[in-house]
Each structure stands twice: as structure tokens, then as C-alpha cells.
């Protein structure tokens, strides 16, 4: 592996430092935003962004983390240019996760669609008992991410979620309306 001056691999769009802190989860979450998934797919879209990863810890948390195309973002978070080495990396934090499906072709393409919706508590059931026998007392949220291969990830989670955006400096950007 090869580092510039940046500290940034080379031959990688990611930044060294987003491997190692999404391995072990070191990320100051009290500076993010708190935010149901539905109410930031209804102000902002993934549209294009890229799906980096999703981690799932071991005490049934998780981190789904994005390179996002602030271009759609109508200036509120910058768009730094076409490099898609240089667009901010977004992540998702799940304080509890209930139930997670993806495909085989889930990374590397373009994010086509991001939706999210409450499930109810017959659907709950439906999905949960059967594939984990889980039940459910707190509300849930099933929020979807598709790709432009029709690869997907589907992630049943607690409503609210943490947020973060860095740039590719791991400087935190803000979005002004959440």
C-alpha cells in the first residue's frame, strides 16, 4: 500500500482513516445529528452515491457508510467536483438492528433509490418472528437502498438513526436542515 502526503492510499477512492474507524466503530457520534431515515430520504437524496460498506457489530449496531454525491444537495452540503475520490463520505448509524438482506451485487455501482417506511406490527411479526424469531415492542423502520444493477440492502432498524458527513479530510460537514 501506498500512502501520498495526504495519508491516503493511493490506489483506493477511500481515505485510510474511514477502514480502521468503521472496523472499530471510533467515531465521535455525539457531534452527528440524530434523524429519522425517513424524514433525511424526504430532504436529501442518495441518488447516485456509492454504498462503501456496512458493518454490523456485535451488539446488533451498525454503520452503513456512503460516498455521497452532494451534487443533489442544491449547495447545503458542498459539492467538491466530479471525483468521486473527493465527495463526502455519509454514515448511518443504527443503534439497533433487527434484520438485515442484501444481494450479491450490492457494491461498487450507483445507489439508484433510497426509501424507508414504518413497518407495522403485523409485518413485524411477518418478518421477524420467521426469520429471527425476534419480537418486536418499539416501532421499526425497513429502509431499503437499490443500486443501479438492481443489487440492494434491506435493513430493519430502530426510527431514529445517527448521521455523520465528513469530507475526504474527515472534517465534519453539517447539513443546515437537520
Known amino acids: 500500500m501506498i ?3 495526504d495519508n ?27 434523524i429519522t431515515m425517513f424524514e ?19 451488539d446488533q449496531t451498525g454503520i452503513v457508510a456512503i460516498q455521497f454525491d452532494s451534487y443533489w444537495t442544491n449547495g447545503r452540503i458542498p ?3 466530479s471525483h468521486v475520490r473527493r465527495w463526502p463520505i455519509l454514515l448511518f448509524y443504527f443503534n ?12 461498487g455501482d450507483s ?6 417506511k414504518i413497518i407495522s406490527e403485523e409485518n413485524q411479526s411477518e418478518l421477524m418472528d420467521k426469520e ?13 437502498i437499490l443500486n443501479s444493477n438492481g443489487g440492494y440492502i434491506e435493513i430493519v432498524h430502530d426510527v431514529y438513526v445517527k448521521i455523520l458527513c465528513f469530507d475526504s479530510k474527515k472534517d465534519i460537514l453539517k447539513f443546515p436542515d437537520i
Do not use: M
Not at 439497533?96 to 457494491?107: A, F, G, P, Q
Not at 429471527?132 to 423502520?141: A, F, I, P, S, T
Open 40 to 58: 433525511f430520504l424526504k430532504k436529501y437524496t442518495l441518488h447516485d452515491s456509492i454504498l462503501i460498506n456496512l458493518n454490523v457489530y456485535p
Open 96 to 107: 439497533s438492528l433487527y434484520y438485515i438482506s442484501c444481494s450479491h451485487s450490492l457494491y
Open 3 to 5: 500512502l501520498n502526503k
Open 132 to 144: 429471527l424469531g425476534v419480537k418486536g415492542e418499539r416501532e421499526k423502520c425497513l429502509s431499503k
Open 8 to 34: 491516503d492510499c493511493e490506489n483506493s477512492y477511500y481515505s485510510q482513516w474511514l477502514g480502521k474507524d468503521l472496523l472499530e466503530n471510533n467515531f465521535d457520534w455525539s457531534s452527528g445529528s440524530e
Open 111 to 116: 445507489i439508484s433509490n433510497a426509501e424507508c
Open 79 to 81: 459539492f467538491p467536483g
